[in-house]
DNA sequence: CCTCAGTAGTGCC
DNA sequence: GGCACTACTGAGG
């Protein structure tokens, strides 16, 4: 029978809160951006090759969510992700709102204070936010990113200096570090 | 070069 | 409650 306990939960799970979720796309020179926004803020930033792959995966990450897909072309929050995505370092000046558990939360905060330009790794990351142990999770919490540029899980690299992986693909990765550490956008 | 064990959070059964 | 996943790492073959 329900209880109580069954309904705390420790993770606001993005995968069994049911949602709105109001849906809009972009375009950049990374391809194409999904923002999904909730009433509370941003839930999710994607790069994709195509609005159909992108909006599958957004149905994937929320399946109780319902999506509202709504005109993108003059949604200014939308161009303002997209020049963040342009534009290393630009702040973005709008709630966030990045479902996971607690974990992946003190991960994801963990990213936004590596500063642009520089990188990070999985241990260091690890050791941060006091969990030296548990590298490999770290590494998996930073999979889990639902904010793509905006949390910028693509600062963190092997300790060997090379790029793992990254969701929306590892040569975007690449080409936003090299932006990064350029130090302003490409001409 | 490649494989393997250690390790810890998450998701699905 | 269990078990098999990893965007990891360092050690060994």
């Known amino acids: 029978m329900m209880t109580v306990q069954a309904m705390t939960r420790r993770a606001p799970g993005a995968r069994t809160e049911p949602t709105t979720l109001r849906v809009t796309f972009g375009a950049s020179s990374l391809g194409v951006v999904l923002v999904a926004r909730s009433a509370d803020g941003i839930a999710a930033v994607a790069l994709g090759d195509d609005r159909d792959t992108l909006r599958d995966e957004l149905r994937q990450r929320f399946p109780r969510a319902e999506l509202v897909e709504s005109d993108s072309t003059s949604d200014p929050l939308t161009a303002e992700v997209v020049r963040c995505i342009e534009t290393p ?99």
Do not use: M
Not at 102 to 121: K, M, Y
């Open 89 to 187: 370092g630009r702040a973005l000046d709008a709630a966030l709102d990045p479902r996971g558990s607690e974990f992946q939360r003190d991960v994801w905060s963990a990213l936004r204070e590596i500063p642009v330009g520089e990188t990070t790794t999985y241990t260091e990351l690890a050791a941060r936010i006091g969990r030296p142990a548990a590298v490999r999770a770290v590494a998996q919490a930073c999979a889990a990113n639902p904010l793509a540029v905006l949390v910028p899980c693509h600062r963190v690299v092997r300790r060997d200096g090379s790029l793992s992986g990254y969701r929306w693909g590892v040569e975007r990765k690449r080409e936003l570090l090299t932006r990064e550490s350029a130090g302003r956008s490409p001409a």
